[in-house]
């Protein structure tokens, strides 16, 4: 099973094995990391912030995940050699080409809300 990144245009992707959630880039490794559905609040500002429909189902969003590159650094913690984790407050945040998405509204842009 392939799964891609759910930020729009975002071409990372995460070929599963197992349980397995890294995959190797050019620029190392790209963690992917799923939606905080158990948190309604948190998950609608994850929402508008990946430009996702807010009443898309819980069900979808499950199946979902967003990669590392749209978060800060401050976002993650480090608690074992070979895992990383969101903190709770962690928002995808950090795009890719900031101009682009911009230009298209700058009323609905995540960097003015």
């Known amino acids: 099973m392939v799964l891609t990144c759910a930020y729009p245009d975002c071409t990372n992707r995460l070929k599963t094995k197992g349980l397995r959630s890294l995959a190797q880039t050019l620029l190392g490794v790209v963690t992917f990391h ?3 559905t158990s948190k309604p609040a948190r998950l609608k500002l994850w929402l508008i912030a990946l430009w996702l429909d807010i009443n898309t189902p ?8 967003v990669c590392s590159d749209h978060f800060s650094p401050d976002d993650f913690t480090y ?3 070979d895992h990383v984790r969101l903190k709770p407050s962690a928002l995808p945040m950090v795009f890719p080409h900031p101009t682009e998405v911009c230009e298209q509204d700058l ?3 995540p960097f003015y809300l």
């Open 58 to 65: 819980i069900n979808e969003l499950k199946l979902l995940r």
């Open 79 to 81: 608690p074992g050699k």
């Open 34 to 36: 799923v939606f905080p």
């Open 107 to 109: 009323c609905m842009c």
